[in-house]
């Protein structure tokens, strides 16, 4: 005797959703393809906005608003002016990009760049860096004050009228006027705090104006060949490799004064005054030691005097820094 077979209902099986769908429900899940090229779209805009420079800018930023306050400002007044600034010097880095997007693709240190590899179009990126302007600016007239708002649409002004679209490809002094626009930072640190540009903040700014050809004039020397091949007339391309070390020589001696000179101005004691020598000191015998090197014919090691560079500046404004909270 066979037993009658029970029948076993079927189970529908949902189908595969098709490539790129996205399933209904209360969780969504976005396609792999889609989210890897909004990741890296992301990614384009923040490199157009040169985000490694820009943290060398704010270094100088929050000392100068210590000094300014002589002690701790608002942990809101930092936060929103180093915000603004960020977004400040993204703009003119971003427009930077879009006028120089031409010589960009002829150098090796700057063919990755996002409009170079066409990842964000010319049209997109100037209406970026132009829309990171307006907010900054605004969060600096609304959040901070007027006086900063102004001194960052100067800044900005500056690096793209003045820098990138005056000097850069005409003339070999274009690093030590243009270089002028990454002083702001100094300006716009104390002007946040106080509303107005005192003389502390005028001597900064020269320290870091003095700065700037020492630190670029050694990185246009390691890439030279780059400039010469984009057409730009970056001094190491248009004088001999002596007259460069000595030009970055006189302007580290300048430097140096300008930064020994802040300590009477802005009443602040060794704290401040002491590691400002001895690092004063320490650029100084290493662009001696290159402009001794380059008389003689020897190889240098600008990329040296580059990092040297960073550090000082850093370390500096770290002491000014100490000196304002002691």
Request: charged fraction near 15%; proline fraction near 6%; glycine fraction near 6%.
């Amino acid at each position: 005797m066979t037993s009658a077979a029970v029948p076993v209902p079927a189970v529908p099986v949902p189908a595969a959703p098709a490539a790129g769908a996205e399933p209904s429900g209360d969780v969504l899940v976005v396609p792999r393809g889609r989210l890897a090229r909004a990741t890296n779209r992301a990614r384009s805009y923040i490199a157009l906005m040169k985000l490694r420079v820009v943290e060398l800018l704010l270094v100088s930023t929050v000392p100068v608003m210590l000094l300014a306050e002589r002690g701790m400002p608002s942990w809101w007044l930092i936060a929103v002016t180093l915000l603004a600034g960020t977004l400040s010097a993204g703009s003119a880095n971003t427009i930077n990009c879009y006028v120089d997007r031409d010589i960009d693709q002829l150098m090796g240190r700057t063919k990755r760049r996002p409009l170079v590899r066409e990842v964000v179009e010319p049209a997109q990126a100037l209406r970026f860096g132009i829309a990171l302007g307006i907010i900054s600016t605004l969060m600096f007239g609304l959040l901070v004050n007027w006086t900063s708002a102004v001194l960052s649409v100067g800044a900005i002004a500056f690096y793209v009228f003045v820098y990138t679209l005056g000097l850069k490809r005409r003339s070999p002094s274009n690093i030590v006027i243009g270089g002028a626009a990454g002083c702001f930072p100094v300006l716009i640190g104390w002007s946040a705090v106080t509303g107005t540009v005192g003389w502390p903040a005028v001597l900064l700014f020269a320290v870091v104006f003095f700065w700037t050809p020492p630190h670029f004039w050694a990185l246009a020397i390691r890439f030279k060949d780059d400039y010469a091949a984009a057409g730009v007339p970056m001094l190491p391309v248009v004088a001999t490799l002596e007259v460069v070390t000595r030009r970055i020589l006189a302007y580290s001696y300048l430097m140096v004064a300008v930064s020994l000179a802040v300590a009477p101005v802005a009443d602040i004691g060794l704290v401040y005054l002491v590691p400002a020598v001895l690092l004063g000191a320490w650029f100084v015998a290493e662009a001696h030691r290159m402009a001794a090197r380059a008389k003689r014919g020897d190889e240098i090691s600008p990329m040296r005097l580059f990092h040297m560079s960073i550090t000082y500046l850093t370390l500096l404004f770290a002491a000014l820094a100490a000196a304002a909270l002691l």
